[in-house]
């Protein structure tokens, strides 16, 4: 029974995961100067262990908008788990005066372990 309902939950999160996916390639492709939808597909992919997609379309948000703010936290917290700490601070540091420090507020917790 139980292996029935993984195989079940996991298809129907795999179908939500798709749908999500591709609505956030239309917003994209609707709305190419805003760096939401990058920023929530690279969100996406690495939550489907696709690392090196999701860290192009993060590094596209902030290209597309300097002062997205999600998007550099998001680059931190992925460059820490890559262990790139230089990366990380400089992405956590530039969220941070953007007004959001949990990057930052999260690095100095992993650091003081």
């Given at each position: 029974?139980?292996?029935?309902?993984?195989?079940?939950?996991?298809?129907?999160?795999d179908g939500a995961t798709r749908r999500a996916v591709e609505e956030q390639q239309g917003l994209i492709?609707?709305?190419?100067?805003?760096?939401?939808?990058y920023h929530q597909?690279?969100?996406?992919?690495r939550m489907q262990g696709k690392r090196d997609e999701a860290l192009g379309l993060l590094l596209e948000?902030?290209?597309?908008?300097?002062?997205?703010?999600?998007g550099h936290?998001?680059?931190a917290e992925?460059?820490?788990?890559?262990?790139?700490m230089g990366a990380?601070?400089?992405h956590a540091e530039r969220a941070a005066e953007l007004g959001?420090?949990?990057a930052r507020d999260m690095l100095a917790r992993y650091e003081s372990v």
């Open positions: 029974m139980a292996f029935v309902r993984k195989e079940v939950v996991e298809f129907a999160l492709a609707a709305e190419p100067r805003n760096p939401r939808g597909l690279g969100l996406l992919y948000a902030v290209r597309v908008d300097a002062a997205f703010a999600p936290a998001a680059l992925m460059y820490a788990a890559g262990n790139d990380a601070r400089r959001d420090s949990r």
